[in-house]
Each structure stands twice: as C-alpha cells, then as structure tokens.
C-alpha cells in the first residue's frame, strides 16, 4: 500500500483509464493482494510523483 505525496497516478484497465488518483494523501494499492486474484488493473504514473510506503518495514520513500 503507497500514498501518494505529490504527483498523480492513472489507473488503466484494457488500455482506457479508468480513473486518475491526484492528491497528497491519496491510497494506490494492489486489490489482488487483498483478495487472493489475479491483477486487473495497471498503474502508471501520470506526472513525476513521490509515494510513501504505508506500513512496510523501513517506510522508505518511493519516486515514480
């Protein structure tokens, strides 16, 4: 699970965005994970943007 520090994110099901994710404070994650599935989704990020990683082990920043 990441939030989202500053940027933006599109989320993009059979080459069509479905939504965009902009905002500080904002949860990107993988829903296969939670639910036991396969991928539906991709992510791609949609401007230069920093995440955080929410409850991993050293909180490390990401860039994307």
């Not at 989202?4 to 829903?31: Q, Y």
């Not at 036991?36 to 929410?54: H, N, Q």
């Not at 991993?56 to 920043?61: H, K, L, S, T, Y």
């Amino acid at each position: 699970l990441f939030v989202l520090r500053t940027g933006a994110f599109d989320i993009v099901r059979g080459g069509i965005r479905v939504v965009r994710v902009k905002g500080a404070g904002a949860f990107l994650g993988e829903m296969s994970a939670v639910l036991g599935s396969a991928p539906t989704a991709s992510v791609l990020a949609a401007e230069d943007s920093e995440l955080l990683r929410a409850g991993g082990a050293d909180g490390d920043e990401q860039n994307g």
